[in-house]
Nanobody, 115 residues
């Protein structure tokens, strides 16, 4: 059974940075499309960024230039580097993995950006 576990969230001041990690197990990581989603207060869950097994990336238009998604296939780990954080980035960030066996979600990690 596939599983993904997020870590790295926390409290940061506006303008600061955080790096989220997502450790995957039980999935075919090297071929999986991996993604970060977030749910901010009052809004539906939205895509932050995704990366294919081949390394192709996609970002929410509003986040381009501040957030960077990457993956380490040797460690079965996905990352999200978040820079120049804003209070409106506050929310729960979820990792998603989609290989040809299934689709998996983590429990989420809280990111809080203070003004």
């Amino acid at each position: 059974q596939g599983q993904v576990v997020e870590s790295g969230g926390g409290l940061v001041q506006a303008g600061g940075s955080l790096r989220l990690s997502c450790a995957a197990s039980g999935i075919i990581f090297r071929v999986a499309t991996m993604g970060w989603y977030r749910q901010t207060p009052g809004k539906q869950r939205e895509l932050v960024a995704s990366i294919t097994g081949g390394g192709g990336t996609k970002y929410a238009e509003s986040l381009k230039g501040r957030f960077t998604i990457s993956r380490d296939n040797g460690k079965n780990t996905l990352y999200l580097q978040m820079n120049m954080l804003k209070p409106e980035d506050t929310g729960v960030y979820f990792c998603n993995a989609n290989d040809y066996m299934g689709n998996y979600w983590g429990q989420g990690t809280q990111v809080t950006v203070s003004s």
